[in-house]
């Protein structure tokens, strides 16, 4: 323990800064990786990369087997995938990952079309998204006058009227249908809808978008624009988006992530208690062979594209035991993750992130990696990563809430409220200044309430087992217009989802901005008829805003187990509270939340998180 007081709490300010985060959720795949090891799981990595270069120099255009990345909870599959990424990436191929929703086909080529769209949005390491170099290669095919360089594509296209863009746009599918007639008659609605996709204009981006969510679009719109105004099907449309993917030389990965989850969902359902541990191997059954089969769909309608897929041993193998084909079909290349067994690597991996917490702060410790000293890494050596920075967690929230910078041990300091906090949170709780989250036009000020929101359920429920973690995530979103405020909460056991709970905010009152944010949160969510472990709860403050294609589709969402809340204005306060509360006592406020449970105190929210917390039997 450090007795210097000045020191001490020097000492605690950077251990704040430490990010032991352990759990990668796929949509921080595609950012840059933070804290690199390139020493975790070297040889996978190499054998990864050599797939990947071999494959983009390829002719082949059929799609080869799909390679399983296989290991335990914990061991980094999801973040392997991050280095699939950037490979993917430096070979000019496109890169997009994906969870399934269901075991329906349609719902998951649904979801797959979202992520894809999703991804392309997405800026690759060069700061350029995705989806301008999809648009480059399609313009390099034809002989159309077009800037030289993909730095330049953007401004050339929103640097001309509407009218004339869409004329330019029309020029180059009649180049294109001299090259691909037979394509090109099938998917040029989707060449104009990403085209649109890119422009500035507000109109275009909102018609383009809906086009994506195969939303039927307004007749004068789809004049407008030279869009079709019937919506094609999932498969056919991811079936387009895979194929331009390809041309030019292209290639693509998909990466599938999240199997585990589906497959016990669906085994049990509602009954099943969250905490609980993963089912034996037979006891998938059929889901396991709708899942093979849709995979087996999702390579067939797939052109020059890699397919890996991230699964636990178990559903692995279970997938394997109810496969109807050779495996060497389906499968190739198995990939499995063996825990770290190098205390060199051990303590590289907690290094790095302390030595960045504590230059940021000025800090200088008492020894290196302080204050986990050499056998703490020693004790590691055969864990999995996640085990290593759970670990590291526990102890640094033990300091902070016992403001005591103190050395690793295997036993618990004892949480200290400060009492600060509560005065502070009751004195909030008064505030009358509320009414602006009701109005739609504040609709992007939820996003940091509900984040926080998350942080202080995590908070409230860090007792839970060491194999159990409550994570929370948002989708990337278009980046081309504001995101929609929502979260997702997660129960995790061992890298399967057993529960979750998905907060949306709707507050538009205009028919088609209602419903084209319904539709995204229902196939984002992926809510279905029949699953009881997933929830969707829309936050919203008026009645929904009518017409046909909206009322059909809040049929939709309340078939599939959709709910509409409404926080009532003392709700809205401490949702406010809670915010600043975390923004104010970063370092104090976990203890105050694991004591005080505010989350639970909010009305519109009891059902819910009795229901997420598998309380409400």
Same mark, same amino acid.
């Given at each position: 323990?450090?007795?210097?007081?000045?020191?001490?709490?020097?000492?605690?300010?950077?251990?704040?800064?430490? +990010?032991?985060?352990?759990?990668?959720?796929?949509?921080?795949?595609? @950012?840059?990786?933070?804290?690199?090891?390139?020493?975790?799981?070297?040889?996978?990595?190499?054998?990864?990369?050599?797939?990947?270069? &071999?494959?983009?120099?390829?002719?082949?255009?059929?799609?080869?087997?799909?390679?399983?990345?296989?290991?335990?909870?914990?061991?980094?599959?999801?973040?392997?995938?991050?280095?699939?990424?950037?490979?993917?990436? =430096?070979?000019?191929?496109?890169?997009?990952?994906?969870?399934?929703?269901? *075991?329906?086909?349609?719902?998951?080529?649904?979801?797959?079309?979202?992520?894809?769209?999703?991804?392309?949005?997405?800026?690759?390491?060069?700061?350029?998204?995705?989806?301008?170099?999809?648009?480059?290669?399609?313009?390099?095919?034809?002989?159309?006058?077009?800037?030289?360089?993909?730095?330049?594509?953007?401004?050339?296209?929103?640097?001309?009227?509407?009218?004339?863009?869409?004329?330019?746009?029309?020029?180059?599918?009649?180049?294109?249908?001299?090259?691909?007639?037979?394509?090109?008659?099938?998917? !040029?609605?989707?060449?104009?809808?990403?085209?649109?996709?890119?422009?500035?204009?507000?109109?275009?981006?909102?018609?383009?978008?809906?086009?994506?969510?195969?939303?039927?679009?307004?007749?004068?719109?789809? !004049?407008?624009?030279?869009?079709?105004? @019937?919506?094609?099907?999932?498969?056919?449309?991811?079936?387009?988006?895979?194929?331009?993917?390809?041309?030019?030389?292209?290639?693509?990965?998909?990466?599938? +992530?999240?199997?585990?989850?589906?497959?016990?969902?669906?085994?049990?359902?509602?009954?099943?208690?969250?905490?609980?541990?993963?089912?034996?191997?037979?006891?998938?059954?059929?889901?396991? =062979?709708?899942?093979?089969?849709?995979?087996?769909?999702?390579?067939?309608?797939?052109?020059?594209?890699?397919?890996?897929?991230?699964?636990?041993?178990?559903?692995?193998?279970?997938?394997?035991?109810?496969?109807?084909?050779?495996?060497? !079909?389906?499968?190739?290349?198995?990939?499995?993750?063996?825990?770290?067994?190098?205390?060199?690597?051990?303590?590289?991996?907690?290094?790095?992130?302390?030595?960045?917490?504590?230059?940021?702060?000025?800090?200088?410790?008492?020894?290196?990696?302080?204050?986990?000293?050499?056998?703490?890494?020693?004790?590691?050596?055969?864990?999995?990563?996640?085990?290593?920075?759970?670990?590291?967690?526990?102890?640094?929230?033990?300091?902070?809430?016992?403001?005591?910078?103190?050395?690793?041990?295997?036993?618990?300091?004892?949480?200290?409220?400060?009492?600060?906090?509560? &005065?502070?949170?009751?004195?909030?709780?008064?505030?009358?200044?509320?009414?602006?989250?009701?109005?739609? &036009?504040?609709?992007?000020?939820?996003?940091?309430?509900?984040?926080?929101?998350?942080?202080? *359920?995590?908070?409230?429920?860090?007792?839970?087992?060491?194999?159990?973690?409550?994570?929370?995530?948002?989708?990337?979103?278009?980046?081309?217009?504001?995101?929609?405020?929502?979260?997702?909460?997660?129960?995790?056991? @061992?890298?399967?989802?057993?529960?979750?709970?998905?907060?949306?905010?709707?507050?538009?009152?205009?028919?088609?901005?209602?419903?084209?944010?319904?539709?995204?949160?229902?196939?984002?969510?992926?809510?279905?008829?029949?699953? !009881?472990?997933?929830? *969707?709860?829309?936050?919203?403050?008026?009645?929904?805003?009518?017409?046909?294609?909206?009322?059909?589709?809040?049929? +939709?969402?309340?078939?599939?187990?959709?709910?509409?809340?409404?926080?009532?204005?003392?709700?809205?306060?401490?949702?406010?509270?809670?915010?600043?509360?975390?923004?104010?006592?970063?370092?104090?406020?976990?203890?105050?939340?694991?004591?005080?449970?505010?989350?639970?105190?909010?009305?519109?929210?009891?059902?819910?998180?009795?229901?997420?917390?598998?309380?409400?039997?």
């Amino acid at each position: 323990m450090l007795t210097d007081p000045q020191n001490n709490r020097l000492a605690l300010d950077a251990m704040c800064m430490i +990010d032991f985060q352990s759990a990668t959720i796929p949509t921080e795949v595609m @950012n840059k990786v933070r804290f690199e090891v390139p020493q975790i799981h070297a040889n996978v990595r190499n054998k990864l990369a050599k797939i990947i270069k &071999e494959y983009s120099i390829s002719k082949v255009k059929a799609s080869p087997p799909i390679i399983p990345l296989i290991g335990q909870a914990g061991s980094g599959k999801t973040f392997l995938l991050s280095h699939l990424y950037a490979k993917t990436i =430096e070979r000019n191929g496109f890169f997009i990952i994906s969870e399934l929703s269901s *075991l329906i086909d349609e719902d998951n080529y649904l979801r797959l079309n979202e992520s894809v769209i999703n991804c392309l949005l997405n800026d690759d390491e060069n700061k350029l998204p995705q989806i301008l170099r999809l648009l480059f290669n399609i313009l390099s095919m034809t002989n159309f006058n077009h800037p030289p360089s993909l730095t330049m594509l953007y401004d050339w296209i929103n640097g001309s009227p509407i009218s004339k863009y869409i004329g330019a746009v029309t020029k180059v599918l009649t180049n294109l249908e001299s090259i691909f007639p037979n394509e090109i008659s099938k998917y !040029k609605d989707i060449i104009r809808a990403l085209f649109l996709l890119v422009l500035d204009d507000i109109d275009s981006k909102y018609a383009a978008n809906n086009w994506f969510q195969s939303l039927q679009i307004d007749e004068d719109i789809s !004049k407008q624009f030279h869009l079709g105004q @019937n919506t094609m099907a999932p498969k056919d449309l991811y079936m387009g988006l895979n194929w331009l993917m390809s041309l030019n030389n292209g290639f693509s990965l998909v990466a599938i +992530d999240q199997l585990d989850a589906l497959m016990v969902n669906y085994v049990r359902g509602d009954s099943l208690n969250p905490l609980e541990q993963l089912p034996e191997i037979g006891y998938f059954g059929k889901n396991a =062979e709708k899942i093979n089969n849709f995979l087996l769909s999702l390579r067939t309608n797939s052109q020059k594209t890699l397919i890996v897929i991230a699964a636990l041993s178990d559903a692995w193998e279970s997938l394997n035991h109810y496969l109807k084909i050779p495996p060497e !079909k389906l499968y190739d290349k198995i990939i499995t993750l063996e825990p770290i067994k190098d205390k060199d690597i051990v303590e590289r991996i907690v290094s790095v992130r302390i030595k960045t917490a504590y230059q940021e702060k000025g800090f200088v410790p008492p020894y290196e990696n302080y204050p986990f000293p050499p056998i703490f890494f020693s004790s590691m050596e055969g864990a999995f990563p996640r085990t290593i920075l759970r670990e590291c967690a526990r102890h640094i929230s033990n300091c902070i809430s016992s403001n005591k910078a103190i050395e690793w041990t295997s036993n618990d300091a004892i949480d200290i409220i400060d009492p600060q906090i509560s &005065e502070r949170y009751d004195q909030l709780l008064l505030d009358e200044n509320i009414d602006k989250y009701k109005a739609e &036009e504040n609709e992007s000020l939820w996003q940091d309430l509900l984040i926080y929101l998350a942080q202080c *359920l995590k908070h409230e429920e860090s007792n839970l087992p060491q194999n159990v973690e409550i994570v929370f995530k948002r989708d990337p979103g278009s980046k081309l217009k504001n995101p929609i405020a929502h979260v997702i909460m997660q129960y995790l056991v @061992n890298d399967v989802t057993r529960r979750t709970l998905s907060l949306w905010v709707i507050l538009h009152k205009d028919s088609r901005a209602f419903t084209s944010r319904l539709k995204k949160a229902v196939v984002s969510s992926g809510i279905s008829e029949g699953d !009881k472990t997933k929830r *969707l709860a829309i936050i919203r403050f008026t009645l929904p805003p009518k017409g046909k294609v909206t009322l059909e589709n809040i049929s +939709d969402f309340m078939q599939k187990g959709g709910t509409t809340i409404c926080p009532t204005n003392k709700d809205l306060a401490a949702l406010k509270a809670i915010f600043t509360i975390g923004s104010e006592f970063p370092q104090t406020w976990p203890s105050w939340a694991k004591s005080t449970h505010p989350t639970n105190r909010l009305s519109f929210l009891i059902k819910q998180l009795a229901w997420f917390k598998g309380k409400d039997h």
